[in-house]
């Protein structure tokens, strides 16, 4: 699939020379190609946090979209190189779990979420494909063992948007790594998930989607504050407020504040909806 954008998600920051040194590493192979950033500010080995800003970005971008994602903990080891091909578009960088919301969004909110999977593995969907990168005529050589995103996994991109199909680059598996992830619990009156994400602004943001708000008078438990309206903008309460966020999940903020500073809140706190009939 020939593509001149390639993403990029790292947590290689600004400081240090890594994520120019692997873009010149994909320009000296396709000088073509487009960069778009989606973040390089992931902390440090946080595999959840990547897997979060991945899985709620990359359907925005077009089809044949390359996606480059490395937050790689046990790079260097014997942990796979993977490329998965699905309908959205192209994802090459480890098989640790980053993708597990790439290939199920749902799982954010979802019961059936891998959480009691002991190996921590999902199949591959039947409209997707993953091959273990294994053809080393498409690596950077010599290949160090600390910086995949250089030898292996740039490279790799970089080739996949000149054209080069993807059946070359290695073999095809039908299991890939998945993480744990906060299931949604849900009975007649109650729904309980937790903080997943806190944002820039401090807003905390959780695994409540909006569908199941809607239609309902509730009241809202997080960290000992009880909030029993749902706004509809940040500029629409005082104090401790919910609204449903630009993710299409419910979020606790504080107007012109910090949600996460001001309630001493952060991500795995539980929420509590209780549903007034």
Aim: with cysteine; net charge negative; glycine share 8%.
């Amino acid at each position: 699939m020939q593509s001149n954008i390639i993403t990029l998600l790292t947590d290689f920051g600004s400081k240090d020379n890594y994520l120019a040194i692997m873009k010149a590493v994909i320009l000296t192979i396709n000088p073509n190609v487009v960069f778009v950033d989606i973040t390089n500010e992931i902390p440090p080995q946080n595999l959840w946090e990547a897997t979060f800003q991945l899985g709620t970005a990359a359907s925005y971008f077009p089809d044949n979209t390359i996606h480059l994602a490395i937050v790689d903990p046990e790079v260097g080891t014997s942990r796979k190189p993977l490329l998965l091909q699905t309908p959205h578009g192209t994802f090459i960088g480890p098989d640790n779990g980053i993708f597990t919301l790439t290939l199920k969004k749902d799982y954010l909110y979802s019961p059936e979420a891998p959480a009691s999977n002991p190996a921590c593995e999902m199949l591959v969907p039947d409209e997707c494909q993953a091959y273990h990168l294994t053809n080393p005529k498409f690596w950077r050589h010599p290949i160090s063992d600390t910086f995949h995103g250089r030898d292996i996994f740039g490279p790799v991109a970089a080739h996949v948007s000149t054209g080069v199909p993807i059946e070359e680059l290695g073999v095809e598996v039908k299991r890939v790594k998945s993480m744990v992830l906060p299931n949604l619990i849900r009975t007649d009156n109650k729904i309980e998930g937790k903080v997943i994400h806190t944002d820039q602004f401090g807003n905390l943001i959780t695994n409540i989607p909006k569908e199941a708000l809607t239609g309902h008078n509730v009241t809202i438990k997080i960290g000992g504050h009880s909030i029993s309206n749902v706004d509809n903008t940040y500029a629409g309460g005082k104090g401790a407020q919910a609204l449903i966020g630009s993710y299409g999940l419910l979020e606790i903020a504080i107007n012109l504040d910090n949600a996460e500073q001001v309630l001493g809140l952060s991500i795995n706190t539980p929420v509590e909806i209780n549903i007034k009939y």
